[in-house]
């Protein structure tokens, strides 16, 4: 068999990349026998992704609003008067996103898990472990929408994510009673390195959290957490646990290849979420893509054009994460609970409830000048995090 373009990884990120490029061959292989299962995600949004995907039969319910719950217990609440995010069944968005590739002429192989890759003069030979044993394609351009253990990123030699955090989350047959808002806990000793969540779905409830890489397996603080909330004893209709990789490679692209969403480690630091980022890569990636393809030329230099494109795009906000995230790591509860007390404010909360769950360096500068003494915590990377946003501007 042989297609333009193939795709190792039938996830939301892969399925768009195939849905824009199909003034040319592509398929998508996809090592699971069903698309969209096991589901490794909280499926939490802004409303645009949905739009992007036109998906809105995934949705699941609508969040307005945030409870964040400090160390020593604080708890402070930010509302809105609009759809914040959105909750989706993911199983059913990532089968939606892949209809939409199917419809638009992409093929789509299930059940056949990629190998490797060997270089043939100008195309690209892929080995693949299929129902009838190892079977071989070729293709002139390889895209790795394989998750965040890339192998198409690993042979091609593009390195990986310069952080993991490592995720897990029960959903609870128990109905909360405010459906509106999701409820964030930050410390130490509930999720260190990242935070935990509790998260209203209608009838059932998604409690997870995520630990940086060191320390006790993120299962010990679930179990923590529930206990603390007398939800032990809840019935769970799953368990889930994942892998979020947090900081992209130097380069996303190689002779014949590119790499795409947890791939290319474009999940965003902040709060983890790689749907948005990674769909916004696939439709830069999927421009570059056909261009190069058309003119034949899919030498590293010319698929350089992807990398620049998304960087601009939406490595500036990544970049701008990584440092909201450097200034949070490096708070310790104590920290933690001071920034607290000084945001429990209306002036800091109305700032906070303009928030955008994509876009969260935005709110540095607003905050800041609600709350000037913020900077104490950090104030070289904060003082350099504004200087960034500004320039942006
Ligand atoms: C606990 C947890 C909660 C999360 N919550 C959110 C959230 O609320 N909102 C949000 O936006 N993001 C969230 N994320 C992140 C989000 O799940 C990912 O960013 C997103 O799935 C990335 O999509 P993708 O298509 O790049 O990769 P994936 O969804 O990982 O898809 C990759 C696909 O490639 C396939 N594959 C891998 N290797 C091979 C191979 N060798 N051969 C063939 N197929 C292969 C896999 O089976 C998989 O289907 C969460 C992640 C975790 C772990």
Redesign the pocket.
Known sequence: MDAEVVI????????TFAAQTASLTTVV????EQ?GAPV??????HPR?VEMAQAQSSVLNNISGFRLTFPGGRTMEVRSNETKAVVID?GKF?RHCCERAELEGADILTG????GFQREGRKMMLT?NGPDGLETMTTDLLVG????????GEQAGLGTAKEH?R???VELDMRMEEQSLVEILVGKNVAPGFFAWILPCGDVTRV?L?VSQDGEAPVHYLNALLKKRGLDKVGRKNI?????PIGPPRKTYADNVLI????AA???PV????????MRAAKWAALTAVDAVEEGDLSAKRLSEYDDRWRSDIGRELERGLMIRKVFTNLTDKKLDDVGRMLDREDAKEVLATGDIDYPSKLASPLLKAVPSLIKFSPQLIGSLIRKEQRVI
């Open positions: 190792i990884g039938g996830g939301p990120v892969g399925s292989v996809e090592e699971h698309i490794q995600c909280t499926g939490l949004v992704v993911r990532d056949r898990e990629f190998v693949l929408a394989d998750g965040y253990k890339s192998r198409v955090i995720g897990v989350q997870g995520g889930i646990s994942g892998i979020i795409i969403g947890d791939a474009q999940a965003k709060s983890g979420g790689g749907i948005y980022t990674g």
